[in-house]
């Protein structure tokens, strides 16, 4: 089933502007993926099928691009996607067993999402959050030191319709729809709001202060290779 008129209208719209920001067409696809899944709430057949036609490019490179990327998502994801990062250090710090827990409590699995459609768990390698371990993300919104009881209870908050704020960011959580929409290139306006990354981020820097440590200058170590 196509796009109804409407709806193909629309997309067009924004398609033709996400295009005119890039020298050539098909360097627009990514942000076009977005586009869609703001649609359709994952790269749905329809969705890229319009992304090759609006690109002039085969459906199997769209395809191609589209399976390659793990934010863009095969089947119907929930209104929030819930990420545990289970890599080294958040997973020595708990992340193992926040996703063990969690997924015992909501009853789904990596990308699986709960019957209500609330709800899409997945495991992340990394959010480059190391220094506030162990971290989770609802659609690539931070949520610092967690543990097993705060995990579950934010899913239950969600899934209950219960105010969820970020730790750092906006003070209004937006769904994976809306998400997707941002990473298209249409801004909701809140990039400045909230609190930005401190306390543990800014600890390297004071030690280094409090010990007078300096970064190296570009090319004294070749310097002083030559005496």
Not at 127 to 154: I, R
Request: charged fraction near 25%.
């Amino acid at each position: 089933m196509s796009y109804s008129p409407e709806v193909r209208e629309r997309l067009e719209t924004d398609a033709k502007e996400i295009i005119g920001r890039y020298p050539k067409p098909r360097s627009a696809l990514l942000p076009l993926l977005h586009l869609v899944q703001s649609e359709d709430g994952y790269v749905s057949d329809d969705g890229q099928e319009f992304c090759a036609e609006m690109l002039g490019l085969s459906k199997a490179e769209v395809v191609g691009v589209a399976t390659f990327y793990t934010m863009y998502k095969r089947r119907p994801s929930g209104e929030y996607n819930v990420g545990v990062c289970i890599n080294s250090l958040c997973a020595i710090m708990g992340g193992d067993q926040i996703w063990a827990e969690l997924t015992e409590h909501a009853g789904v699995g990596h990308d699986e999402t709960t019957s209500d459609g609330k709800i899409t768990l997945e495991r992340l390698e990394c959010n480059a959050a190391c220094d506030f371990a162990p971290v989770m993300m609802v659609n690539w919104e931070f949520f610092d030191n967690q543990t097993p009881e705060s995990a579950k209870q934010l899913v239950d908050d969600l899934r209950e319709g219960r105010p969820v704020v970020p730790t750092r960011g906006p003070g209004r959580l937006c769904t994976f729809k809306e998400a997707s929409r941002v990473l298209a290139g249409f801004p909701d306006g809140q990039a400045g709001d909230g609190p930005s990354a401190a306390g543990p981020s800014l600890e390297g820097l004071k030690i280094a202060k409090a010990n007078g440590w300096e970064a190296p200058r570009p090319g004294a170590q070749e310097r002083g290779s030559e005496k």
